[in-house]
């Protein structure tokens, strides 16, 4: 994620400095005009610090040593999925440092940040959310501001809930239909056609059809997030029975090993669970993200 957002930003002109832990990952952005630096403290001196990485800890990790530098970015957009609390915790600290802090979280993974598709939920002061707006705008088709503090936070989380629901159930009929005795690809096409498609379902329709599971988002990176949603759902009482059978089946394919490919895998597990033997249909379906 963090890379193709970086690609974004080089490629619209901007005077970029990119540090990733795994060095190598991040150097293909220095033919865009990318500075890829060694130390993290390296980018203390930057205006804007974007962060993008995987769970709170690694957050906080982070940006402590990015503030180790001799100084320190007048803004840190936060955009991973993160905690209500976390990231709350993270503002605190920031404001301590005089740093302001917008709480960012993106809908999207890096093939529809590369299609030019990235959303934010953004939250935080609004003169640092319209002072950063730009920079955003350039990484996708723009911004929701949704108010002050960690609101973002939890849009992201409702977001994600849905993301997680919604894939299960595109596994559960996807596999109805074609042991009822259609093809895939006849059925992703109908549902895709009607007011029930969406860009996320048309955008998932090629691996369902053609099972490429190469990883666009992680099992265990949906689980943490159907773990804020059911946290969430706890503190502000409010139930959530499907995403709590969702975390479950979650669960009973990351149990299995089933770690390492995309997190639309749930198909593979549904057909097992309906005694299904799955094959590639090899039929040229389009993703919906690409005109
Ligand atoms: N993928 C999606 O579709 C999607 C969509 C929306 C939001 N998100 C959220 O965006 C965030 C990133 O997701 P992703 O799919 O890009 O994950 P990813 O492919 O697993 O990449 C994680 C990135 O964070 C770095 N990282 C993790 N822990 C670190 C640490 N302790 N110190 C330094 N660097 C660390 C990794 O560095 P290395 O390269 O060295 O491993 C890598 O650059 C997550 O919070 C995720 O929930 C993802």
């Not at 993290?40 to 993008?52: K, P």
């Not at 609101?151 to 894939?167: E, P």
């Not at 666009?216 to 709590?244: C, H, I, N, Q, Y």
Request: charged share 25%; proline share 4%; aromatic share 6%.
């Amino acid at each position: 994620m963090g890379y193709a957002m970086a690609e974004r930003l080089a490629k619209g002109g901007c005077d970029l400095a990119v540090w990733n832990r795994t060095k190598e990952k991040a150097e293909p952005l220095a033919k865009y005009g990318a500075k890829v630096v060694n130390q993290l403290e390296e980018l203390s001196t930057r205006d804007i610090l974007f962060v993008m990485v995987s769970t709170y800890e690694d957050v906080k990790e982070v940006i402590g040593k990015a503030l180790a530098g001799r100084g320190k970015p007048k803004m840190v957009v936060e955009c991973s999925s993160i905690s209500l609390d976390g990231s709350a915790e993270l503002r605190t600290i920031l404001k301590e440092k005089g740093v302001e802090y917008l709480a960012a979280p993106v809908s999207g993974n890096a093939k529809v940040i590369k299609a030019g598709k990235l959303t934010f939920v953004v939250s935080g002061p609004k003169p640092a959310y319209e002072a950063a707006r730009p920079y955003l705008d350039m990484m996708g088709t723009g911004s929701s501001y949704v108010g002050e503090g960690e609101l973002a936070r939890i849009a992201k989380i409702c977001h994600n809930v849905m993301l997680g629901v919604v894939i299960q159930n595109l596994c559960e009929i996807t596999i109805l239909a074609q042991k009822a005795g259609m093809p895939r690809h006849a059925f992703l096409d109908f549902l895709n056609k009607s007011v029930m498609g969406s860009m996320f379902t048309r955008y998932k329709t090629p691996t369902l059809v053609n099972l490429d599971f190469h990883v666009t988002f992680t099992p265990k990176l949906l689980r943490k997030d159907l773990d804020l949603g059911l946290d969430a759902g706890r503190e502000f009482e409010v139930p959530m029975p499907l995403t709590s059978l969702t975390r479950d089946l979650l669960q009973q394919m990351i149990g299995r090993g089933m770690t390492e490919q995309d997190f639309s895998t749930l198909l593979l597990v549904q057909a097992q669970a309906s005694g299904l033997e799955l094959k590639p249909e090899n039929v040229p379906v389009g993703d919906g993200l690409s005109t």
